[in-house]
Every structure is written in C-alpha cells, then in structure tokens.
C-alpha cells in the first residue's frame, strides 16, 4: 500500500487495476499486484526469517496468543508498502502485537530485514490478501486495532469504487474490533479523505474521535512521518488521518 512502491506490474483482470473493459471485481481486494525485484538481503531475510515471522495463510481460525507468544493487544495492519512505518510503530509499542498483512514480495522482505536488523518479535506477516484473513483466520471481537495507511487512492473518479474503504470493509472491520479498538487510515489525497470520512461515519459501530469540527483526527505520535510523506509534505500537500472507536455494544 506504500505509495512509494513501483507499481509496473500489469493488472490481472478481475483485480483491483484491471482495465475499464473487465468487469468490475465481486469484491474490493485489499491490494494490487506490483512489479519489483527482492534485494540479496531480503531474500536472505526470507530464508532466515521467515519461518519465524512469515504466519502462512490456512484458511483455519488463528490462536493469537500462541503465534506471538504471549498474551497482548493485537494490530492488523493491510497493506505495510516497505515496511517502515510498521517497524517504527512495533518499536514505540512493544506491549502491542502486529499482523501485517501484505502481498508484494520486495515490501515483505525489507520488513522481515528491518525485523533482524532492529531485533522485533512482535510482529508477523501474512503474504495473502486481509480480506480473507479477516474472514477466515480471524474471530470477531478480537483486535484491538487496524491500521491502514495510504491506501491507492484511485485517482480517478471513475476508478472510486476501487478504492478500499468501502461499507462492506468498515463494517467487517468494525465487527472483528474489540469494543474501545480502534481503525487508524491515512491518506494524502483529499478527495480519498473525505470518502473515508463519509464511509467511516456512517458505519454505526464506530465513533469518530476527532474534536475538531473537520472530522479529522491529529496524526497520532506513534505513526512516523515517512520519506514519501516529508517531500510531500514539503511541497504543500496535506495528510489526513482518521480514528474511528468500536462502540461498546450498547451504544451501537
């Protein structure tokens, strides 16, 4: 999801980018293939690392507690681009745990780099798209938080559709939070901020914890400011973030 990443890759038709002659996908995938070549060092992150931190995807409910370790509060995270901003954060909050769902290979394995590198172990990856993730390996009620930032923003209109904060994936969202989890997004396209601020609002599990009257929330500390995000931030651009609470059940 990292904006950074090439994205050369032809589309696959009946995916997210497929041309406007294919029919328009059953579903929002959460992620679109990319082009991009492993470095020596991912690829060694990879053999090294990755039977500790790779969680294949089983199709079959996940024990938490048992893939991390421990007992912790658990981040899903969809789409984690190079795996910077995901680094940054699992530091700054050792006491959380971290599922990062992500599909392109390169991203994959910086992270599982960044991972040896910064000595980690709450984090795990599952190369696999989060939808299914959410549907099959995940219980309802058992996340303490989702992290989504900078999603493609499919910068034409007719390509909105596309984009992925649609209802149907707040609500799945919503309803595997605890009640007080939390739904992080980020976004530097403005038109793609006001629809997750739509879509988000009207989801009625979720309350907005913005005060101030444009919807929008401060960045949160804990989310770092990233290359991509710093130029862009240096040519004028803005960036908006959004965080959305579960209700507790009474209140939905």
């Known amino acids: ?3 950074t990443d090439p994205a ?7 995916e997210l980018g497929a041309p406007d002659d294919v029919a328009h996908p059953k579903r929002i995938k959460t992620f679109v293939r990319r082009a991009g070549r492993t470095t020596t ?3 060694k992150a990879f053999e090294t690392l990755g039977p500790r931190f790779l969680q294949p995807y089983t199709g079959e409910r996940l024990d938490l507690e048992a893939t991390f370790g421990r007992t912790a509060p658990t981040v899903l995270e969809i789409g984690f681009g190079m795996g910077e901003a995901t680094a940054h954060i699992a530091n700054v909050k ?4 971290f599922l990062c769902c992500e599909v392109h290979e390169p991203g994959v394995g910086a992270l599982l780099k960044r991972i040896g590198e910064q000595g980690q172990t709450n984090i795990r990856i599952v190369q696999h798209d989060a939808v299914d993730v ?3 390996m995940l219980a309802d009620d058992s996340l303490a938080g989702v992290h989504i930032f900078f999603p493609d923003p499919w910068h034409k209109k007719r390509h909105s559709k596309r984009r ?8 799945k969202l ?12 980020a976004t530097d396209w403005q038109p793609y901020a006001r629809q997750m601020l739509e879509v988000l609002s009207a989801e009625t599990l979720l309350a907005n914890t913005a005060t101030g009257a444009d919807g929008y929330a401060a960045k949160p500390d804990y989310r770092p400011l990233t290359k991509f995000e710093n130029r862009g931030i240096k ?4 960036v908006w973030d959004l965080v959305f609470t579960r209700r507790a059940a009474e209140a939905a």
Do not use: E, S
């Open 1 to 3: 999801m990292d904006p």
């Open 8 to 14: 050369g890759a032809p589309p696959v038709p009946g």
């Open 41 to 43: 060092g991912q690829a």
């Open 94 to 97: 050792p006491d959380t745990d």
């Open 134 to 136: 959410l549907d099959h």
């Open 164 to 171: 992925l904060i649609q209802p149907p994936l707040v609500r």
């Open 174 to 185: 919503a309803l595997h939070l605890k009640a007080g989890g939390y739904i992080h997004c």
């Open 235 to 238: 040519l004028g651009h803005g």
